[in-house]
Nanobody, 123 residues
Framework: VQLQASGGGLVQAGGSLRLSCAAS????????MGWFRQAPGKDREFVATITWSGGRGYYGDSVKGRFTISRDNVKNTVYLQMNSLKPEDTAVYYC?????????????????WGQGTQVTVSS
């Protein structure tokens, strides 16, 4: 499975951005598709994930109520709508795909990774 992320950029605090992650290859093997982020000097952090077939979303505590994950199975694309952005949301965002159910929160569950896309939120 190959993943291509896009949509990052610079936005003011309180603004919105939408990230996209296009998947290709053996997408039928995907169970979860999700987003992680990594700020400078920090560990990579779980942001959100969605089940590829059922479309059920799960979120990290820091983004609940502000971010929404969705997917388009026809386009093989996952989206992350980010609203009410804060400076602490600044990070490189990575999309990832997991082949199995369970443990969606952990990096080790994800076998496939896209390149990162930078999101910068100014105060």
């Amino acid at each position: 499975v190959q993943l291509q992320a896009s949509g990052g950029g610079l936005v003011q605090a309180g603004g919105s951005l939408r990230l996209s992650c296009a998947a290709s290859g053996r997408t039928f093997s995907v169970y979860f598709m999700g987003w992680f982020r990594q700020a400078p000097g920090k560990d990579r952090e779980f942001v959100a994930t969605i089940t590829w077939s059922g479309g059920r979303g799960y979120y990290g505590d820091s983004v609940k109520g502000r971010f929404t994950i969705s997917r388009d199975n026809v386009k093989n694309t996952v989206y992350l709508q980010m609203n009410s952005l804060k400076p602490e949301d600044t990070a490189v965002y990575y999309c990832a795909a997991a082949p199995n159910s369970g443990s969606y929160y952990y990096i080790r569950a994800y076998s496939y990774w896209g390149q990162g896309t930078q999101v910068t939120v100014s105060s």
